[in-house]
């Protein structure tokens, strides 16, 4: 029987996660250990949790003493199991079958070329894809039924290979919200790897706004900070600096000034901080994101123009 990890990120949302765990637990024909990562949730949301551990002997719950952000809580879900596949989702998601689990590991063991797994995410209320969750060009989204390579996937529904995983960084911590997928994404195409769209599990996303992070208080400066940040990690290239201004540029044109400030000195600070760090992408891993990504995203030039006059998302 294939084994695998689900980590799921906890901070309250009680009824929603409640529902994602016991939607999780009717996955059948795997080995399956489900680890909560909870980052300061209410005490009743703790001890609804707890009850639901005392039940059933393949749930955890890890309790942190302070929300480490969706990188740094992640890495501390998949560093507890030993699975060689780790599932992460949600925690106001579903899967719509309840063979997923067993359908992603057996294309897994049939594809060894594959580090990641992005899965097919849907609203929940409109069962139409998540555009919200859709990472991949937009010229691609008419493909969406359609398996194909990629340079990201969500963080929301992904499947990843431990071996890949381990042969990488991990999560860089200090991301704290926004842009994690697509820094791990980099590392394990530098690893080797390939990323796969992969619509044969769906998962249904109940986009719920509690707890999310708005536009008017962070949401922005950190989507700005690590946009430009790890553009300059992987690439060194001078474009970094002209995104960074294009996006300081947006945050005005959005009315989140003080946002777009911080963002701009926060980003030179970290890609001050990663000169000197060995992680630029090989040619061969340049040459599959070009290909499996920025073509179909168009010059850069052209992206920057129409991205940095256009209203955030509501």
């Not at 799921?8 to 016991?22: D, G, M």
């Not at 797994?117 to 929940?124: D, E, I, M, Q, Y």
């Not at 890949?164 to 820094?183: M, V």
């Not at 920057?304 to 998302?313: S, T």
Request: hydrophobic fraction near 40%; charged fraction near 25%.
């Amino acid at each position: 029987m294939k084994s695998v990890d689900v980590v799921i990120l906890s901070l309250n949302r009680q009824q929603l996660i409640s529902e994602t765990i016991e939607n999780i637990l009717q996955q059948k024909n795997v080995e399956l250990n489900i680890w909560i990562v909870d980052q300061g949730s209410d005490p009743e949301v703790i001890a609804m949790l707890q009850s639901l551990v005392d039940e059933h002997s393949n749930l955890h719950l890890l309790k942190l003493e302070k929300n480490l952000g969706v990188p740094g809580g992640r890495n501390v879900g998949m560093r507890q199991g030993n699975a060689p596949y780790i599932v992460s989702i949600d925690n106001d998601a579903v899967f719509v079958s309840d063979d997923a689990l067993e359908n992603m590991a057996s294309y897994f063991e049939a594809m060894p070329q594959l580090g990641v797994l992005g899965l097919r995410v849907k609203n929940f209320y409109t069962q139409e894809d998540d555009l919200m969750s859709w990472v991949y060009p937009k010229t691609l989204l008419p493909q969406s039924e359609t398996r194909f390579l990629s340079a990201c996937f969500p963080g929301g529904a992904h499947a990843l290979r431990r071996e890949a995983l381990d042969k990488t960084g991990w999560y860089e911590d200090n991301l704290f919200f926004s842009g994690e997928e697509r820094d791990l994404a980099y590392q394990i195409i530098n690893a080797g790897y390939e990323i796969e769209y992969f619509p044969d599990v769906e998962v249904l996303h109940k986009l719920s706004p509690d707890a999310r992070r708005t536009w008017n208080n962070d949401r922005f400066y950190y989507h700005a900070r690590n946009t430009a940040y790890l553009h300059y990690k992987y690439f060194r290239s001078p474009y970094a600096f002209l995104m960074l201004g294009g996006l300081f540029l947006k945050g005005l044109y959005n009315w989140v000034p003080l946002q777009a400030l911080r963002a701009t000195f926060d980003a030179l600070k970290l890609m001050l901080r990663t000169r000197d760090r060995s992680i630029v992408l090989t040619e061969k891993a340049r040459d599959y994101v070009y290909e499996h990504e920025l073509k179909h995203r168009g010059p850069l030039w052209s992206r920057l123009r129409k991205d940095i006059f256009q209203r955030l998302p509501q």
